[in-house]
């Protein structure tokens, strides 16, 4: 490769195998995709439903094309119990600002392979699937770079990948992630889906709660994702250890950004993180948790910014 940092050996073998790229003229999906939310203008967007191949299976991904001159590629990995939709309303902004703009849905997600099995659901193997999608497209982008965005728990496994293989990205967002696990963090609600499953499980919040427009979805979502990978989950979201410190040395640019009212992790923590990072750290506006959704505009703007000085 034309990147001369140092390569890590992979904590799992990658895929060396890549088909999924093969798919990406076909433009299949795109009925099925208007009918989400945010989807309904990719009609004039060059759109590609395609599969990651993975250890596991194939994983679920769209691609939209950059509006104009493309600038670069961006990849968004989802976080706890999402999916590549979280991301319905920031990958058509993005491909506005002239980005390539991929999200996936990790292993045991909505509609990609779940294996059975909590074991297959650690760190190191989701982080090896991103690996792997980065390494795809720099074969098939001519040895270009990724941009990686990390979403909740999606940023533990953004920074793992690139500790894993930082000779694949350009650089990585943590988008409303923090450091590491904190110990017994939803130990009651992996005790419930453990026993009753993750449909009873989200029938369980949806009564404890006011309905909201797209929980028709999120239930169909919970119906076809794994178990495993739910408990898997929360396996990484108590013990991962912090790797902040592995990260700032691994020399690839890092932005920290959250909503202004993100309640899943602590905004101090985030805010420490970055410091420790020296990373750049953006408080985005009129957004919690999910930035992604809340204010999608403000969110592509940012990344492109972030993105555009360091390619």
């Known amino acids: 490769m034309s990147d001369s940092r140092p ?3 992979p ?11 093969d798919e990406l003229d076909q433009r299949d999906g795109l009925d099925e995709l208007n009918q989400r939310d945010g989807f309904d203008n990719l009609t004039q967007r060059s759109f590609e439903r395609f599969s990651v191949p993975s250890n596991a299976g194939p994983l679920t991904a769209y691609w939209i094309r950059a509006v104009g001159e493309k600038k670069g590629t961006a990849v968004f990995i989802p976080g706890f119990t999402g999916s590549k939709e979280d991301f319905r309303l920031l990958l058509p902004a993005v491909a506005a600002l002239g980005w390539d703009a991929v999200a996936y849905s990790q292993r045991g997600q909505y509609d990609s392979a779940a294996p059975a099995g909590v074991d297959n659901y650690t760190l190191d193997e989701l982080a090896a699937d991103a690996a ?16 990686l965005v990390g979403h909740s728990l999606g940023g533990l496994v953004a920074r793992q990948a690139v500790l894993l293989r930082p ?24 005790a419930f889906v453990a026993e009753h499953g993750l449909v009873a499980f989200f029938d369980r919040e949806l009564a404890s709660r006011d309905p909201k427009p797209d929980d028709e979805f999120v ?17 990484i979201l108590q013990n991962t250890t912090d790797s902040t410190t592995a990260l700032a040395a691994s020399g690839i640019p890092v932005m920290v950004a959250h909503g202004a009212t993100d309640d899943a992790w602590p905004i101090g923590d985030q805010r420490v993180m970055a410091e420790r990072l020296g990373a750049e750290y953006v408080v985005i506006p009129d957004a919690g948790h999910l930035p992604n959704i809340d204010n999608p505009d403000f969110t592509a703007r940012t990344l492109s910014d972030f993105w555009t000085s360091n390619s």
């Open 7 to 9: 390569v890590k050996p």
């Open 11 to 21: 904590l799992v073998e990658l895929v060396e195998t890549h088909q999924g790229f």
């Open 132 to 147: 792997n999608l980065a390494l795809g497209i720099f074969e098939h982008c001519e040895g270009e770079l990724v941009h």
């Open 167 to 190: 000779d694949l990205f350009a650089s990585v967002t943590l988008l409303c992630s923090g450091p590491g696990g904190t110990p017994g963090l939803r130990s009651e609600e992996a």
């Open 219 to 235: 239930r169909e979502r919970f119906a076809a994702a794994s178990a495993d990978a739910y408990l898997g989950g929360v396996e």
